[in-house]
């Protein structure tokens, strides 16, 4: 993926299918219940997932290729969206669009980030969570820089980060190095 070579359909493929696994580790630790059914053969005691409602937010536009992997393991989660850029100037997340299930106040809801980089927009998607009553919540992100981990921890301890590779720093524009360049770029091929 990091290739600079690597294309956009490439990208995208691969994209999915770390998000897909990603989503296993994510949701490991739901509760679950023992419930009866029936085999072929006979009835039996099996566990599932313990009526946990879940809802996938990507921050838009990088965000969406992770939520695509999530909902195919997790097909029944509402989908919400946050849209939010980064101000090349200032580094600061500027919103332009919030759209979020009525129920999310009663769901486990995972903000989805390709890069974590200075935190900013995934802090702010998590306090727009928070106002809307969200009180469970986790971060899955595919590329991570240590700034942007210890902003949103400071600014949101209860909250887990789940990043598949973590990064060595920041450049001066905010850039993950070595990083793999501007993902929603890569995904919808606008480089």
């Known amino acids: 993926m990091r290739n600079k070579n690597t ?3 490439e990208f995208r493929e691969l ?3 770390i998000s897909m696994l990603m989503s296993y580790e994510i949701t490991r630790d739901l509760p679950l219940e ?3 059914i029936e085999t072929p053969i006979a009835p039996m005691k099996a566990q599932m997932i313990s009526g946990k ?3 996938v937010v990507p921050i838009l536009r990088a965000g969406l290729s992770m939520a695509d992997g999530f909902l195919k393991i997790e ?3 509402k ?4 849209g939010l850029y980064r101000d090349h100037e200032t580094h600061q997340p500027v919103l332009y669009y919030c759209k979020l ?3 999310i ?3 486990l809801a995972i903000v989805t980030d390709p890069m974590l980089a200075t935190g900013g927009s995934a802090s702010d998607a998590i306090n727009i969570l928070k106002k809307a009553g969200c009180r469970n919540i986790k971060l899955m992100c595919l590329v991570g820089a240590p700034e942007g981990v210890e902003y949103v921890s400071k600014n949101h301890p209860d909250v887990d980060i789940f990043i598949a590779a973590m990064d060595k720093c920041l450049n001066e524009n905010k850039y993950i190095v070595p990083g793999l360049g501007d993902a929603g770029d890569r995904i919808f091929g606008t480089i």
Do not use: F, N, Q, W
Not at 79 to 82: A, D, M, Q, S
């Open 7 to 9: 294309g956009t359909k």
């Open 15 to 17: 994209l999915y299918e």
């Open 34 to 36: 023992d419930v009866v």
């Open 53 to 55: 409602k879940l809802a």
């Open 75 to 77: 097909p029944a989660a």
């Open 79 to 82: 989908v919400g969206h946050i």
């Open 101 to 103: 299930p009525e129920d």
């Open 105 to 107: 106040s009663e769901r």
